[in-house]
């Protein structure tokens, strides 16, 4: 069964320092994968994809990896802040399109003063 | 450009009860989707369209319809509703089927 796992499922840091989130997938044939923020009541937002062929993506403080052969990824927050608070999703998709979305529980991100 | 518009935002139902669950884009995406987000769950697909008048079912379609009448509507309904479908509902749409714009989300409680 193609499954998404995320560690830790959540996590309390305080503000100006760095984490990182992981994330484990059995979903194959892989095309891409996004980690996503969704702040409590709204909607996920994306916040990068890789497809299989990158190991590491930006925007802004986050940093996203991909290592493809071990079925790996992770989320570095750098430099956090309290607006930074918030569940972060993992999402892979599988090769083919269509609708083959594999969410995975999420981490719920605490940044305390 | 409001992006995904979802409404009502909250909503408590009796069992048994019907309701739809509207959602509205207006960036002119061909595929919409609605998805379950349940406490310790990933989001889980309902149902989803490729283009105004498809629909298809999802990994969790039973209880719900769906009908896409209109490029930029795309409603969920509940006929009869259970307990168990107390949960909160994201619409997503997108260009392209896996870039997603979500929207707030409709959290309904079933009584």
């Known amino acids: 069964k193609n499954q998404v796992e995320q560690s830790p499922q959540s996590l309390i840091i305080l503000e100006g320092k760095n984490c990182t989130l992981q994330?484990?997938?059995?979903?194959?044939?892989?095309?891409?994968l996004r980690w996503y923020k969704q702040d409590t009541g709204r909607g996920p937002v994306s916040l990068t994809i890789?497809?299989?062929?990158?190991n590491t993506k930006s925007n802004g403080r986050y940093t996203a990896t991909l290592d493809a052969d071990t079925k790996q990824s992770s989320l570095h927050i750098t430099a956090s802040q309290l607006s930074d608070s918030a569940s972060y999703i993992c999402?892979?998709?599988?090769?083919?399109?269509?609708?083959?979305?594999?969410f995975g529980t999420g981490t719920q991100l605490k940044v305390e003063l | 450009n409001a992006g995904v518009t979802q409404t009502p935002k909250f909503r408590v139902l009796k069992t048994g009860q019907s309701m739809t669950l509207l959602c509205a884009q207006d960036?002119?995406?061909?595929?919409m989707y609605w998805y379950r987000q349940d406490p310790g769950m990933g989001l889980r697909l309902i149902h989803y369209?490729?283009?105004?008048?498809?629909?298809a079912k999802g990994e969790v379609p039973d209880g719900y319809n769906v009908s896409r009448l209109k490029k930029q509507n795309f409603l969920l309904g509940l006929e009869s509703a259970a307990p168990s479908q107390t949960s909160v509902y994201f619409c997503?749409?997108?260009?392209?089927?896996?870039?997603?714009?979500f929207g707030a989300g409709s959290r309904l409680t079933v009584l």
């Open positions: 999402v892979v998709t599988l090769t083919g399109g269509g609708n083959k979305l594999t």
């Open positions: 369209s490729v283009g105004e008048g498809t629909t």
């Open positions: 890789m497809t299989f062929s990158e």
């Open positions: 997503a749409s997108g260009v392209i089927a896996n870039v997603l714009t």
């Open positions: 960036m002119n995406h061909e595929y």
């Open positions: 994330c484990n997938y059995t979903v194959s044939p892989f095309s891409n």
